[in-house]
């Protein structure tokens, strides 16, 4: 065979890897943006995941202590970027919004503890389903505080979210006695809730959904005077001192000595993907520009039955599934019917901002993107 027939022979072979390399090239290029999304949601998943078993383990940690770790750590690590970065007014921002920020951390501290309250009583994909509430509530808040228009399509939406709420519920003087706890392969030592321990949970999900709303409203208000991380930073700092001086202060509680390394590592990861969480959805939110981004988004509540599933061998009943996906169904509707705005300057947006309206600037470019985030 002449060199020209072996060569012929090379290029023929390396053509299908070169072809199929090419195709997943593509692929990842045409959905890098999602997929970043995807990962941020897994991310926030994963958080959920190690509160509810940081709650529920041989330690028992209070919800006000695995917010301390997971906040804490986001404070250090977002103030060391600010710091890098020479983020204009850091540390405290601008005066004339400080007021601001301080509201929208109490907020948001408010929101934050009535999810890990509740996700030590619920299943992860319960507690997931309340947030879907969020944008709903805010744009009707929004509509009240900033006259911002509040679509048909939202009121509908939020109508038939809370049908999906009461039938998550299933108050027993409404449908009677149900038997809603599946658990098929329960594992040893998994808390028993009762009725009354569950409906409390719900209750306080839906003031943390008012908190997280309050959170969102006020950082309407704020806009782009102020870097996206500062907002955060704020969070994080009231909601670190706050639960320090509730361990130290509240009679019966306190900060508990983590006693394995297994402990040690989800404390510290959930800071840490805290913090991933931030970058992750900022990447993708800043790459996807169609409504592939909303529906990412909604994948979380994926992951949290993955989870229930995988580690507690829980799955929620048949009640909770239909309300989960009407509110889910409801609240995914609403959000790709209306267009939603927001500013993206070339810098970090935190978790909850891309929930905002505004107009989206990138290097000048004005570009207008439908999307909801409904993170906390």
């Not at 290097?363 to 985030?373: A, K, L, P």
């Amino acid at each position: 065979m002449s060199n020209q027939d072996l060569d012929a022979a090379a290029q023929h072979e390396t053509e299908p890897s070169s072809s199929k390399e090419s195709i997943w090239r593509s692929v990842w290029n045409n959905n890098r943006g999602a997929c970043l999304i995807l990962l941020a949601e897994l991310s926030g998943a994963s958080m959920d995941a190690m509160a509810r078993y940081l709650q529920q383990g041989a330690t028992k940690f209070h919800p006000f202590q695995v917010i301390v770790a997971r906040m804490g750590i986001t404070f250090i690590l977002s103030s060391l970027h600010m710091w890098w970065t020479k983020v204009p007014d850091f540390p405290l921002g601008a005066r004339s919004i400080r007021g601001w920020l301080m509201l929208r951390a109490a907020f948001g501290f408010g929101g934050l503890y009535c999810l890990y309250y509740s996700v030590h009583y619920l299943p992860l994909a319960e507690a997931t389903v309340f947030r879907f509430l969020v944008p709903i509530l805010t744009a009707w808040a929004c509509s009240l505080v900033l006259r911002q228009p509040f679509t048909r399509q939202e009121f509908i939406a939020g109508l038939v979210s809370l049908g999906g709420v009461i039938i998550i519920a299933h108050p027993p003087w409404l449908f009677g006695e149900v038997n809603d706890d599946i658990k098929p392969g329960k594992p040893a030592g998994i808390d028993k809730v009762s009725p009354a321990q569950r409906f409390l949970a719900i209750v306080v999900s839906l003031v943390g959904v008012l908190g997280a709303a309050g959170a969102y409203t006020t950082i309407r208000i704020i806009g782009d005077r102020a870097h996206a991380l500062m907002s955060v930073n704020y969070f994080a700092l009231l909601a670190t001192v706050g639960s320090t001086i509730a361990l130290l202060a509240i009679p019966g509680i306190g900060f508990q000595t983590p006693q394995s390394a297994r402990e040690w590592i989800l404390l510290v990861s959930m800071g840490v993907f805290g913090f991933v969480l931030q970058f992750l959805l900022t990447a993708g939110l800043q790459l996807d520009k169609s409504s592939k981004a909303t529906s990412m988004l909604y994948v979380q509540i994926l992951f949290a039955l993955g989870f229930d599933w995988g580690i507690w061998g829980v799955i929620p009943g048949t009640w909770s599934l239909i309300g989960g996906a009407i509110v889910t169904g409801s609240t995914l509707w609403s959000a790709l019917q209306k267009p939603r705005a927001m500013v993206v300057k070339k810098s970090v947006v935190d978790e909850e901002s891309a929930l905002l309206g505004g107009q989206l600037v990138e290097g000048g470019t004005e570009v207008v993107r439908r999307v909801s985030v409904v993170s906390v």
